[in-house]
């Protein structure tokens, strides 16, 4: 049968009680994730992949599965064809991830399949596709990252690879327009760029890289969430009150190097009694 929801009536019409309940029907008896830091990598440069299973019950929960791990080249008439195979057993503790290790010596379009099976011997299968570059690749200017996100005031590092010859670079930390440039040498190869990401890039930040070459123009940029830290202290005016007593909060913001901040906060009262019900 097809996977979707599926309505359960029923009723007692001697009593006049109806129920329902809406199900889940499913073919397999969990899911398979694969993730990685990011979905280009370089010819020859290791990259790891996390893999985990999880129910496909109401509570989802993190399951240990036997699994083979494969990684796959697509070749020139468009089939994929297995260039590295792994097998792992995935965890049922969220402080534990399993990892499997991959490297492409050429570049290429690729993909990585996970294949295992559940209690009934359904086959289970997943998949994330990759592009490997490598010397003949197209693309002469990349920007590499494995982290998106950063709290404000942090460096964001990059790898910007050129496979031009070393050339000066136009680089720009933009957020609704430019808000500082630098001009570099950028190198063949790999080159480590490093921005901090102060309080001129929250929410979101963009570096652009632009080198002009042999008449021909070169642009790549990479973008980062910059969450704004806030720390909030909150004090009363005494520490204990009777019934209807009216009570002050000195509330105070700062952000993440102490400086205070303007912030627009809520407030609740809760009878601590009741978190003892629930």
């Known amino acids: 049968p097809e996977e979707g929801l599926v309505l359960i009536q029923g009723s007692l019409p001697d009593r006049e009680i109806r ?25 020859g440069e290791s990259f790891q992949v996390r893999v985990s299973a999880r129910s496909r019950d109401e509570e989802s929960q993190l ?11 697509r070749n020139d008439e468009g089939a994929y064809e297995t260039v590295d195979a792994k097998t792992i057993t995935t965890s049922a503790d969220e402080r534990r991830v399993a990892l499997v290790s991959f490297k492409a010596l050429a570049g290429g379009k690729y993909r990585i399949v996970a294949e295992g099976k559940d209690r009934r011997g359904t086959a289970v299968t997943a998949e994330r596709t990759l592009r490997i570059s490598g010397d003949e690749d197209t693309n002469k200017l990349l920007i590499l990252s494995d982290q998106s996100r950063y709290q404000q005031g942090e460096t964001a590092t990059f790898t910007a690879v050129s496979r031009l010859p070393e050339n000066l670079c136009l680089v720009t930390g933009e957020r609704e327009g430019v808000v500082e440039y630098r001009i570099m040498r950028l190198k063949k190869g790999k080159n480590t760029i490093s921005w901090t990401l102060d309080e001129r890039y929250s929410p979101t930040a963009t570096v652009s890289l632009v080198v002009m070459f042999d008449n021909e123009f070169y642009h790549r940029d990479v973008r980062f969430e910059v969450h704004r830290g806030l720390d909030v202290a909150i004090a009363p005016n005494f520490e204990t009150y009777s019934p209807r007593d009216e009570v002050e909060l000195l509330v105070e913001t700062h952000d993440h190097t102490g400086r205070p901040v303007v912030a627009e906060l809520s407030l609740g009262l809760i009878d601590t009694a009741l978190l003892a019900l629930f």
């Open 19 to 43: 129920g329902a309940k809406v199900v889940m029907l499913v073919n397999t008896g969990f899911t398979i994730s694969l993730d990685t830091t990011r979905s280009i990598y370089l010819a």
């Open 63 to 73: 399951v240990e599965k036997p699994l083979t791990i494969r990684l796959q080249k």
